[in-house]
């Protein structure tokens, strides 16, 4: 899952999967600004056929905060 | 290459896609209409070759409720984009068609003025395309009807960023955006060839006999039928067609000529190779027949055996995988089309290609017979029409830069924007040349650049020529009249450079059997430069065949 997730994060940012990992979150890279969140949480959303709503999406500051939308969903 | 990318909507997130290309951005509610009127803006301050205008239709509609109002504003839209086409000939403008999402609450009795609004917008594009040769209609409301406005936008994109289309969409959009810019640098193919059974009808004719075939208006054989329909279109916007199929060739040209429903006729073809010889051999022979490199081919068979003998052999051939399922036939053909033959615009020159390889087979029929080469070159009578170039030659000036690989020089590419550069550049002139003879009309197939290096020496910048016309010294012909030209103009050096690719031996036997050069410089590369004193002689050693017409003109007037 784990893995799944930051390929998923890498391919919206277009960046390798290995300038990444769990504790990166949004302003840490250059790729990542306003804009690049947005794709981030629209990859996220497609790939894991999820909803993370508006409200919440300012609670996310790295990759593993997603995690808990992922498991929430069966 | 460069493009700018403007919209009513953020369009940022498609532009980084687009990584193989320099993207300038300009977007939001009033600021495309702005950059694309003012002259000055940051989007012409760019430089780019293409812009993109690319609409989204629900956001024009924002807040009106009015038809009229709202035409009045669209009309106020086309008539700017007009105005930029007019006054930068140079750019290319590709302009969405728009899709209008029907987003008011309405009684089933009302009037979708959406719908109106979508025409009246393709109305104007259309017309705007008509009247200006740099306007083209980038077809999204295509794009969505495909795909679908649920995959294709996100609410919660829009909301969130102003992003109007999901992160799917964008990729399409970006997708096409690429094969556009894409389809102005890499030349397409220009040749296509195909089996017969199984692929132009079902079953297999040899066999089956000429009413067991499947080949019908309407049912299963309507498969084969609407694959032929996309095949002829192909064959219309200039890509020689050619069988290579293992049959007897009676059996083949019965269903030609016999089949009622039989789209494809022979006349179609520039080629075909209808026996049991290898298919590769054939596909070899038949490259060399019509005077083309095998890369240029795309080869498109039912048979995974031939496909994979194709692609071992003759790697460089185009092999699509055949689809499975037939009934997907017409579809494959579009994405091979858009994958090999994707063209902006078919030039009349394109159109009349495969005429052009059918009229090379008769002359070449007519070598054979004659008595000497000298005989059957002055039987010809070939005409050479030799002018500087002119606005409307420019599309096919930069074509034949970008396409030709054999008899050429330098193997300069150029863009139409590059080559009207150069029409206005001092001590530069770029000419073109158009070749008739009694089995028709070759069209234009000569480019040369000349530039003035020094007082009294000129340099061939660019000399090439396309390959449909080679073998017969009309780049003999021409160069004799440049010289003279040049030497009528003051100038005593003419200076040849020759850059060696894989592809241009042509150009070389060309340079070699000129008399009199001088190697100035070669480098590591293999890159040289040849200079010829054409003060009192020409360096072409071969007897004028053709009828040369020009109209008089200074070439590169000495300055006093």
Redesign the interface.
């Known amino acids: 899952m784990d893995e799944r997730l930051i390929a998923t994060v890498a391919s919206?940012l277009?960046v390798p999967t290995s300038t990444l990992t769990l504790e990166t979150g949004p302003g840490d890279l250059p790729a990542w600004d306003?804009?690049a969140q947005?794709?981030v949480?629209?990859?996220i959303?497609?790939e894991f056929g999820v909803s993370i709503p508006?409200e919440q999406?300012a609670e996310i500051r790295h990759i593993r905060d997603f995690l808990g939308y992922l498991t929430k969903t069966p | 290459m460069k493009c700018a990318l403007l919209s009513n909507v953020?369009v940022?997130?498609i532009a980084?896609?687009m990584?193989r290309h320099e993207v300038h951005i300009a977007q939001g509610y009033g600021v495309w209409t702005q950059e694309l009127a003012d002259p000055t803006s940051g989007t012409y301050g760019s430089g780019p070759s293409s812009i993109f205008v690319v609409i989204d239709g629900g956001e024009l509609l924002r807040g009106r409720r009015g038809l009229e109002s709202t035409i009045a504003e669209v009309d106020e839209h086309l008539a700017w984009i007009e105005q930029a086409a007019e006054r930068s000939p140079g750019i290319k403008f590709f302009v969405s068609t728009i899709d209008v999402p029907a987003r008011a609450l309405r009684p089933l009795k009302e009037e979708r003025i959406e719908r109106r609004l979508e025409q009246h917008w393709h109305g104007g594009i259309a017309r705007a395309s008509a009247r200006h040769s740099n306007v083209y209609i980038f077809d999204l409301k295509e794009l969505v009807e495909q795909k679908g406005r649920s995959l294709l936008y996100?609410n919660?994109?829009w909301?969130?960023?102003g992003?109007r289309f999901?992160?799917?969409g964008e990729k399409f959009i970006a997708r096409e955006l690429e094969r556009i810019l894409d389809a102005q640098r890499i030349a397409r193919k220009k040749c296509l060839l195909l089996d017969l059974d199984n692929t132009l009808w079902g079953g297999v004719i040899g066999e089956d006999g000429l009413n067991g075939i499947q080949l019908s208006q309407t049912g299963e054989g309507a498969r084969y039928r609407d694959f032929q329909l996309r095949i002829r279109e192909l064959g219309e916007m200039g890509v020689i067609l050619g069988i290579v199929s293992k049959n007897n060739e009676a059996d083949a040209f019965e269903v030609f000529e016999g089949h009622e429903h039989m789209v494809l006729r022979k006349g179609d073809f520039a080629a075909m190779k209808i026996n049991w010889t290898p298919k590769t051999q054939n596909i070899a022979d038949l490259a060399q027949d019509l005077d083309i490199g095998v890369d240029s081919i795309v080869f498109i068979d039912d048979s995974p055996v031939e496909r994979e003998a194709v692609r071992t052999a003759l790697p460089e051939v185009t092999v699509p995988e055949f689809p499975v399922d037939t009934c997907e036939l017409a579809a494959f053909f579009e994405q091979v089309y858009k994958d090999c033959f994707f063209t902006l615009d078919s030039t009349a020159e394109d159109r009349k290609r495969t005429a052009a390889y059918v009229a090379n087979a008769k002359r070449a029929a007519e070598r054979t017979a004659a008595p000497s080469m000298e005989a059957f070159l002055v039987g010809l009578g070939t005409r050479i029409s030799f002018a500087r170039v002119c606005d409307e030659d420019l599309p096919r000036a930069a074509q034949l830069t970008q396409k030709t690989n054999q008899l050429n020089l330098t193997t300069r590419r150029y863009t139409e924007q590059e080559l009207r550069a150069l029409q206005t550049t001092p001590d530069t002139e770029v000419f073109i040349a158009s070749v008739a003879d009694k089995y028709g009309d070759n069209g234009k197939v000569l480019v040369s650049i000349v530039r003035r290096k020094a007082r009294d020496t000129a340099e061939l910048d660019t000399f090439l020529m396309s390959c449909r016309v080679m073998g017969r010294f009309i780049e003999d012909q021409i160069l004799d009249h440049l010289v003279k030209e040049l030497r009528a103009d003051g100038l005593s050096r003419l200076r040849v450079p020759f850059v060696p690719t894989r592809k241009n031996a042509p150009a070389r036997a060309f340079i070699e059997r000129l008399r009199g050069g001088r190697l100035v410089s070669d480098d590591e590369s293999g890159a040289e430069t040849w200079e010829f004193d054409i003060a009192r002689a020409s360096p072409v050693t071969k007897p004028s065949y053709a009828e040369l017409l020009t109209q008089p003109t200074r070439l590169l007037e000495v300055q006093s």
């Open positions: 919206a277009r306003s804009l947005i794709n949480v629209s990859e959303e497609s508006i999406m | 953020n940022e997130s980084r896609q990584e996100s919660k994109r909301y969130l960023g992003l999901s992160t799917a």
